[in-house]
């Protein structure tokens, strides 16, 4: 049995939990994230929901379809949640992919295809800067926020590291030696431009 003191302790942790839904049905994405929460937020899955479905994102832009990814799960489960778009903008490709991101080789491609799509525009291509850029889209009580993190680097000419998931492969951020598949987690972490829109989103938070 608690004590008075340990439960009033007990009740005032948990009033200050905050549970957020992460509204991405990808993985990876929540494997970068979950490490970068502080003890206080829980993280809720779609999984943890038994919700499997695709969210539609129709979008022009990045903003839009991080939006529209959050405000389809805050209608549908009604609790505070956040989503994120990503897109790697290349300038010699006239910043495509971009919002294109995830079907850039065609509907129903695997992001191989994407990169080795990327890889073949890029061939003969001597300027190589790109960017990624993630927009997360969070409902807080009911009112919407945009947080937005970059990272600038370039496009490598050949597929280098086994780490990470999507266009990672072929992506090496400034400054840096090594693609960001070639870094651990714990690296690409430091300075991605999912952890910088994090970063901003959680400082948001703490104010709350
Ligand atoms: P959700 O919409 O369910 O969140 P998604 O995979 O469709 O998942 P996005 O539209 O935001 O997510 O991402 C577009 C694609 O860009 C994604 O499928 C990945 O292949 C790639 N991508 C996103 N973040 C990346 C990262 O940090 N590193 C490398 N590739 C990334």
Redesign the pocket.
Known sequence: MLTGLKKREKISINSMIQELII????K??IG?IRPLLPSNIKLISLKDLNFSE??P?TGATLVE?ALQ?ARFVYKKFGRNCF??????EISALHGRPGVY??RYAGEGCT?KD?VRKVLLEMKDESQRQAR?C?VIALIFDGIEYVFEGEVLGEILCAETGGE?????PI?KPAHSNLS?AQMPLNEKNKI???ARALEKMLEFLKTR
């Open positions: 509204a991405t049905q990808n990876h994405k970068e695709d969210i994102e379809n990814k989503a994120d778009d990503t897109g790697l991101s995830a992001p994407n990624f993630t990470g998931f999507g266009y990672d992506f960001f991605s431009h999912r």
